[in-house]
């Protein structure tokens, strides 16, 4: 059945290492998104791509890096350059605003992430 | 700068009543808005949403208002179940861009 996979769940890396978190969906959506929730700021954009190919930044894309060269995957890089890469990491996925229509976003489990 | 503001951070209710999540906004280029419903450690679930072409969208217990003037949109869940305690996520967008700005999120506690 249809959804997007996030994994793994809980994630543990030490300071100064780059880690991938990967995004998957099988939902036929155009459009992906990274976020990340911190206690007590809900969900920011990171990057969001709209079509395969290209992507463009949200509001905190310092230290972070994305690719979409196939439509069903969208994997998100932490660099070293993150300052504060502790966090709970979303991925999302919608239909695209080339194809009309109301443009849900569907979210993943998401992906803890703990940087030591 | 926020441009999408729930105020307040917590709301408790009592199991059967009325619960209502208020939303402001700032971007007047905002012309649809949603609502997701958050567990911990899980991802949202959109909930409903309405178009700036409505003032009212109903689905079951839950009815979203959107006051276009005031820029202030609000969630009435009823009646409230115990099953609703979760983190309320308002979002809106512009119609050229598939981009979510979201809110800070309102945590509900319903009380059996």
Known sequence: DGGITQSPKYLFRKEGQNVTLSCEQNLNHDAMYWYRQDPGQGLRLIYYSQIVNDFQKGDIAEGYSVSREKKESFPLTVTSAQKNPTAFYLCASSIGILAGGDNEQFFGPGTRLTVL | ?112
């Open chain 2, 1 to 112: 700068d926020q441009q999408v503001k729930q105020n307040s951070p917590s709301l408790s209710v009592q199991e059967g009543r009325i619960s209502i999540l208020n939303c402001d906004y700032t971007n007047s280029m905002f012309d649809y808005f949603l609502w997701y419903k958050k567990y911990p450690a899980e991802g949202p679930t959109f909930l409903i949403s309405i178009s700036s072409i409505k003032d009212k969208n109903e689905d079951g217990r839950f009815t979203v208002f959107l006051n276009k003037s005031a820029k202030h949109l609000s969630l009435h869940i009823v009646p409230s179940q115990p099953g609703d305690s979760a983190v309320y996520f308002c979002a809106a967008r512009s119609d050229w861009n598939s981009k979510l700005t979201f809110g800070k999120g309102i945590t509900l506690s319903v009380r059996p």
